[in-house]
């Protein structure tokens, strides 16, 4: 099996050894610093060794439940926000045919998400297509008290009881929460649902490999297996005694730190492979929640190329050059199109001939990164073998691992989000939330 590979010879340009090798020490002590346990925000390190630790119960526990859902239902409602949402979101994406809902023959249940969003037309159109359809819901909430898929759940729960009765709902709704805390735990507890718990030491945005992001994705009829062992894959490649220069996370993480000291405030996470958009979706959370505090941090941005290429491509090429891009490249396709000659070539594409489609984008993507680099936009490049289960694993435990080494590098707490909690607090001071009078209070005065 292959591994990915990032590559920064477009990174840093003159100099690029010197100054990697002068990062090294910081890179080596955030390092040393997760391993030992002893940074900030240490109580939040169960992602470190989690794919390793996963067992064969854990797998085999969600795999069944999952088949009970799939045995019952033909859509499944995975409720959830920020990381109780974006991890499975983004492996399903990737993975899945991109047509899936116009499919009519499904071998596994169509996975929907709701409590991303507090959309009233989204939720209704949701709950008109669940009318008279056997469906189920994964209600996925570490605190167990996030309003968005509270209310969504509150819906859709209600929705289900009428359709099928209390007791049947009763095997088709599934909750992953906390232990023992939070609103989500106590309903499912009085409700007798079959619940999976979220490790207390691992935040919503490192907990796509728990049974947060792995039920709905075995749901939908993937390999969680594979996605284990491919993240437990690169949980060596980046192991605390790897040398710096070979452990692609501590590379990662130091190019973006020298990058951003030298004024490049935005990263670009970049695709020529539309499968991949909410895969930056995942990215943008993991890095935005980690980093952006003190007043400090690179800001998360994403594009999908060619497409954005068409609308964004200006500004990249051209904009204040405070940017740097990461290129997810992914080597090989899944299918095969081949460009087909044309007597009459009105269009003028006979030249592409022959070529397969696949061809066209790799030149985009070469052109774009040679123009870019050109422009100013220093360029690094995380090159996939291809899109599978294995290799997504790779992906999200190489950019957790390098999230928690950069966010030490940077100097801040990378696994709290204390920011969150202002507008949470400023909406329920508004809605009116029992508890909150004075908030209420403070807040009308301002408007
Ligand atoms: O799983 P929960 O507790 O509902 O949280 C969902 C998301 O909301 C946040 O806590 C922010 O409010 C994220 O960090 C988290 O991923």
């Given at each position: 099996?292959?591994?990915?590979?990032?590559?920064?010879?477009?990174?840093?340009?003159?100099?690029?050894?010197?100054?990697?090798?002068?990062?090294?020490?910081?890179?080596?002590?955030?390092?040393?610093?997760?391993?030992?346990?002893?940074?900030?925000?240490?109580?939040?390190?169960?992602?470190?060794?989690?794919?390793?630790?996963?067992?064969?119960?854990?797998?085999?526990?969600?795999?069944?439940?999952?088949?009970?859902?799939?045995?019952?239902?033909?859509?499944?409602?995975?409720?959830?926000?920020?990381?109780?949402?974006?991890?499975?979101?983004?492996?399903?994406?990737?993975?899945?045919?991109?047509?899936?809902?116009?499919?009519?023959?499904?071998?596994?249940?169509?996975?929907?998400?709701?409590?991303?969003?507090?959309?009233?037309?989204?939720?209704y159109e949701l709950q008109h297509i669940l009318q008279n359809r056997q469906f189920g819901l994964i209600n996925i909430s570490k605190s167990g008290t996030t309003t968005e898929p509270a209310l969504a759940f509150r819906l859709l729960k209600k929705q289900l009881e009428d359709q099928v009765g209390k007791n049947e709902a009763k095997n088709r709704i599934i909750a992953i929460t906390d232990a023992s805390k939070g609103a989500l735990r106590k309903l499912a507890d009085k409700e007798g649902y079959k619940t999976f718990i979220i490790p207390d030491n691992v935040g919503g945005r490192f907990s796509v490999l728990t049974p947060v992001g792995l039920l709905p994705i075995a749901v939908a009829g993937y390999d969680i297996r594979q996605l284990v062992k491919g993240a437990v894959?690169?949980?060596?490649?980046?192991?605390?005694?790897?040398?710096?220069?070979?452990?692609?996370?501590?590379?990662?993480?130091?190019?973006?730190?020298?990058?951003?000291?030298?004024?490049?405030?935005?990263?670009?996470?970049?695709?020529?492979?539309?499968?991949?958009?909410?895969?930056?979706?995942?990215?943008?959370?993991?890095?935005?929640?980690?980093?952006?505090?003190?007043?400090?941090?690179?800001?998360?941005a994403s594009v999908d190329f060619t497409t954005d290429l068409h609308s964004m491509g200006q500004w990249i090429q051209d904009g204040e050059r405070t940017i740097f891009e990461t290129v997810l490249s992914v080597k090989k396709m899944k299918y095969k199109v081949e460009i087909p000659a044309d007597e009459e070539n009105l269009d003028g594409l006979n030249f592409l001939a022959g070529k397969r489609v696949d061809e066209v984008n790799k030149m985009a993507e070469l052109g774009t990164q040679i123009a870019h680099v050109d422009g100013g936009v220093p360029n690094l490049k995380i090159e996939i073998p291809e899109i599978t289960e294995y290799y997504l694993g790779q992906l999200i435990y190489f950019f957790e691992k390098a999230c928690g080494i950069s966010g030490y590098i940077l100097g801040v707490n990378p696994f709290d989000q204390p920011g969150v909690e202002a507008y949470k607090k400023n909406m329920f001071a508004l809605l009116g939330k029992p508890g909150y009078e004075a908030e209420t209070k403070a807040i009308k005065a301002k408007l």
């Open positions: 099996m292959e591994t990915i590979n990032l590559n920064i010879e477009k990174a840093l340009g003159k100099g690029a050894k010197e100054q990697l090798l002068s990062a090294a020490p910081k890179a080596e002590d955030a390092i040393k610093t997760l391993h030992k346990g002893n940074g900030k925000g240490n109580d939040f390190l169960g992602w470190l060794h989690l794919p390793s630790s996963i067992s064969e119960t854990e797998l085999s526990d969600i795999e069944a439940a999952a088949k009970q859902l799939k045995d019952r239902c033909e859509i499944v409602v995975a409720i959830g926000i920020g990381g109780s949402y974006l991890g499975a979101k983004a492996v399903l994406e990737a993975l899945s045919n991109t047509f899936i809902q116009m499919q009519t023959k499904q071998s596994a249940p169509l996975v929907l998400f709701a409590g991303q969003n507090i959309g009233e037309d989204y939720l894959a690169m949980e060596n490649k980046c192991g605390e005694n790897v040398p710096f220069t070979e452990n692609p996370a501590a590379v990662y993480a130091a190019t973006r730190n020298i990058l951003y000291k030298a004024g490049k405030k935005i990263e670009i996470l970049v695709n020529f492979n539309p499968k991949l958009h909410f895969f930056a979706e995942w990215w943008k959370q993991l890095y935005g929640e980690s980093e952006g505090k003190d007043h400090l941090g690179i800001y998360p």
